[in-house]
């Protein structure tokens, strides 16, 4: 897997039981997969079938899909679920073309919009740890044995030096990455010993997360229309009425990410573990939305967000009529906005501010009477959310404060 452009006229084929609802939705967004990687996607076919077949098809499906690949002159089928590896040998042998499954699909799409070296190294994880599971399930294949000289009883099996090969590169690639997460450990600790929010801004691919982020920080981050457009994760600062806070975008989600994404990606995905807040965007025009918000719940949850607060946001508001924005209040309770057309934006960045001062209280500040300055201070420098009176001093409860800010931190009581 190398994430270059897959260049090649390609037909999209989708699987489904006569007892399942048809999804065009997942079989459209294997088509935008595959046009991100510069596939020209000739058609979209659908098998029914009544029973599950060992090879995926039948043998005259396969025999139906061979003759319209040779009609079309077509050289790549991809299938928008995942093959096993019987499966995908059976296919390439019989259809005569190269074959490629959902799950090599993303893993292509992230390999190709990989532009650091921390993301090139964390996909070639995930591949190479996607590849020895496949190696593991096509074992019996690999039992010729390769015969070494001075060693004693059976020389060691193909698939033996195959898998023990993938392990040393995984192994390798990890010790590399390590240090990156090393790095993600220490920024991550000295944002929570700030006095400054988190919030991350979290959802599907392609949804506008990071055009949002440019909107609510006035800052630039790449923002394309394609699907995993951002796989590193950035920090903005940004401010919401006196709060401050940091932005961070993070990489999309997708349904059936590769399990194999999610664990080299985990430390990169934690980051919004360590939120005070989550954006969960979700663009209002897509038909499966409900679905697509479960998808990211989903992850949320697998990597500990479930308890942090969240505000909804439907995107794109300027793509739909005003029946459609009916149907997506009904949905959930959120923001109707556009990050192109800023609608809705100013409400979105008021109610933040407010969610901020009631769930963000980062300390307590403990100042004695005969230190007036210390209080001047921490009024000028965070946004105060309470303050009482003792017998001898304030007891100040602070929010967020400006980057740079002046804290009376002697003063400032954790327990």
């Known amino acids: 897997m190398s994430g270059e452009s897959i260049a090649r006229t390609a037909v999209i084929v989708s699987v489904r039981r006569v007892s399942e609802d048809m999804d065009p939705d997942r079989a459209e967004e294997t088509r935008q997969l595959a046009e991100g990687l510069g596939a020209d996607v000739l058609q979209i076919r659908t098998f029914v079938q009544r029973t599950p077949q060992r090879y995926l098809l039948g043998k005259g499906q396969v025999e139906e899909l061979h003759d319209l690949l040779q009609a079309l002159r077509a050289d790549l089928v991809i299938f928008d679920s995942e093959l096993t590896p019987p499966q995908y040998r059976h296919m390439i042998d019989f259809l005569e073309s190269s074959v490629m499954d959902r799950t090599r699909l993303i893993l292509e799409t992230f390999a190709a919009h990989a532009h650091t070296g921390e993301a090139k190294k964390r ?35 193909l698939f033996q030096k195959r898998r023990r090969a993938k392990k040393s590169e995984i192994h390798d690639l990890r010790e590399q990455v390590r240090e990156v997460d090393t790095r993600y450990a220490v920024k991550t600790h000295t944002r929570q010993e700030s006095a400054i929010a988190k919030v991350a801004v979290v959802g599907y691919t392609n949804v ?19 699907l995993f457009a951002t796989l590193d994760t950035a920090a903005r ?39 005070d807040l989550l954006l969960h965007v979700v663009d209002a025009g897509v038909r499966d939305l409900q679905e697509r918000i479960h998808v990211v719940d989903t992850v949320l949850a697998r990597i500990g967000c479930a308890d942090i607060p969240r505000v909804l946001v439907f995107n794109k508001i300027d793509t739909v009529d005003q029946a459609r924005r009916e149907k997506v209040l009904l949905i959930g309770t959120g923001f109707m906005i556009s990050a192109t ?75």
């Open 237 to 275: 600062p940004a401010h919401f009425g006196r709060q401050s806070a940091v932005l961070i975008d993070t990489v999309g989600f997708i349904r059936d990410l590769p399990e194999s994404l999610m664990d080299s990606f985990r430390s990169t995905l934690a980051e919004s573990r360590d939120a």
């Open 123 to 157: 996909v070639q994880i995930a591949e190479r740890m996607f590849e020895l599971g496949q190696l593991r399930a096509m074992n019996a294949g690999y039992d010729q044995q390769a015969g070494f000289i001075g060693m004693r009883g059976p020389g060691e099996t």
């Open 341 to 415: 057309t800023l609608e809705g934006v100013d409400r979105l960045k008021d109610h933040i501010a407010e969610v901020l001062l009631r769930h963000v209280v980062h300390g307590r500040y403990v100042i004695p009477f005969t230190e007036p300055g210390a209080r001047a201070e921490l009024y000028a420098g965070a946004v105060v959310v309470n303050e009482r009176l003792t017998a001898r001093s304030w007891i100040i409860e602070a929010a967020g404060a400006a980057p740079g800010a002046r804290l009376p931190q002697r003063f400032l009581r954790k327990d």
């Open 208 to 226: 506008g997360k990071s055009t949002l982020i440019n909107v609510l920080a006035g800052s630039e981050l790449l923002a394309e229309n394609k």
